[in-house]
């Protein structure tokens, strides 16, 4: 087992990589170029996402950032990319994590699907099986690949899910975020938020349909949340509800 003291770094004889101005220079502007595709077309910029994680991985070991006189790689990819450096780093992360020797198919899967299939060589190491799970990258559709890795990751079946975008105002969170808080106190504590806005959804399509006799939605919202509980509250909820039935 490696030490702590062993991993300590003196800064003072830290040698830094000398700062190569002239490549620098080629590979800022061949990291521009891609990104000016995203102005023209997201599909076209995305087939060169590869290339993208290889110059940004550069850029990062090379400190080419400096000769923009920034601070940072970090300070780096805020310019780069406005709200959304996250995808810069699973850019890296398909660069580093995954065979160089498929690299040239991966524009066929996408970005995405490559981020996943990162996620999996970064947990198998030397046992992951790249021509498999390729050839179940390009298979799949992007939402049972994701499930499939997170089988993978996990060891357990996860619904398909996806993250869903929308904007507020200001004044709207506070009540927003105590009918979240509600909904939680309501359904328990380690229930999701999006269980929680998918009851307050629930319920209000119940209302607002009280003349439709058959109110589904709420129920099926309920049965699924039922699936979801413990043994012990699924029997205490049947009861209470054998009460006022």
């Known amino acids: 087992m490696i030490g702590l003291s062993s ?8 040698v830094l990589p000398e700062l190569d101005h002239r490549r620098a220079l080629v590979v800022l502007q061949k990291i521009d170029e891609v990104l000016t595709w995203q102005r023209k077309t997201d599909d076209e910029r ?3 996402f590869v290339e993208l994680g290889k110059h940004l991985c550069e850029v990062r070991s090379g400190q080419y950032w400096k000769v923009e006189n920034l601070a940072s790689f970090d300070e780096f990819l805020e310019k780069r990319f406005p709200g959304s450096r996250r995808k810069a780093y699973y850019l890296m992360a398909i660069h580093e994590q995954l065979p160089k020797q498929m690299h040239r198919e991966l524009g066929t899967v996408g970005w995405s699907k490559a981020t996943d299939l990162a996620k999996v060589a ?4 030397r046992d ?7 050839h179940e990258a390009k298979r799949l559709s992007k939402e049972d690949f994701k499930s499939a890795v997170e089988r993978h990751l996990t060891g357990r079946e996860v619904e398909p899910w996806e993250i869903v975008y929308f904007k507020i105002f200001k004044s709207q969170i506070p ?6 808080e509600t909904a939680s106190l309501m359904l328990g504590a380690d229930r999701s938020r999006g269980y929680c806005l998918e009851m307050i959804c629930a319920d209000f399509l119940a209302g607002a349909s009280l003349d439709d006799p058959s109110s589904k939605t709420l129920a099926d919202s309920i049965c699924r ?3 979801l509980m413990p043994q012990s509250e699924k029997t205490e909820l049947l009861k209470a509800v054998a009460k006022i039935a």
């Open 7 to 14: 991993l300590w770094i003196d800064k003072r004889n830290l």
């Open 46 to 48: 995305d087939k060169r």
């Open 122 to 125: 970064r947990k198998d190491g």
């Open 128 to 134: 992951f099986d790249s021509a498999t799970w390729l």
């Open 175 to 180: 009540i927003i975020e105590q009918a979240l």
């Open 225 to 227: 949340l039922l699936a």
